[in-house]
Nanobody, 121 residues
Framework: HVQLVESGGGSVQAGGSLRLSCAGSEYTRSMNCIAWFRRTPGKEREGLAVIDHRSGGTLYADSVKGRFTISQDKAKNTVYLQMNNLKPEDTAVYYC???????????????WGQGTQVTVS
C-alpha cells in the first residue's frame, strides 16, 4: 500500500534554509502527484507545492513561490521541498500527500504522511 514518510524538519533562524524529504513506498507510483502541505494551530491545511511525477510539472502557492522548490528523485521514490529564506510565519507541521490530480486542495489527496515540525525563530 501507499506509505509516505517525511523527514528533514527542525529549528532554524529566520533567513535560513531547510530541505524536507518525502519518501514513498513503491506503490506511491500508482499516485500521479505528490504535494506538500502545512498546518498551524487553528488554521486549515495550506497547500504549498505539488509535483506530477510523470511529467515533472510543478505548481506552487503564491505564499511560497520563489522561496520553496519541489523536486523529485524517481529512483528513490522521494520528493523534496527545498525551503529558502524561511520566515517565522513558515513555522508549522509540514505534510506530504499523494493523489491522482495536480492540486493544492487537501481533499484531492488520499494518502498522507505523519508530518514533520518546522520551527523558524
Amino acid at each position: 500500500h501507499v506509505q509516505l514518510v517525511e523527514s528533514g524538519g527542525g529549528s532554524v533562524q529566520a533567513g535560513g534554509s531547510l530541505r524536507l524529504s518525502c519518501a514513498g513506498s513503491e506503490y506511491t507510483r500508482s499516485m500521479n502527484c505528490i504535494a506538500w502541505f502545512r498546518r498551524t494551530p487553528g488554521k486549515e491545511r495550506e497547500g504549498l507545492a505539488v509535483i506530477d511525477h510523470r511529467s515533472g510539472g510543478t505548481l506552487y502557492a503564491d505564499s511560497v513561490k520563489g522561496r520553496f522548490t519541489i523536486s523529485q528523485d524517481k529512483a528513490k521514490n522521494t520528493v523534496y521541498l527545498q525551503m529558502n529564506n524561511l520566515k517565522p510565519e513558515d513555522t508549522a507541521v509540514y505534510y506530504c500527500a499523494a493523489g491522482r490530480t495536480s492540486s493544492l486542495v487537501p481533499v484531492r489527496y488520499t494518502y498522507w504522511g505523519q508530518g514533520t515540525q518546522v520551527t523558524v525563530s
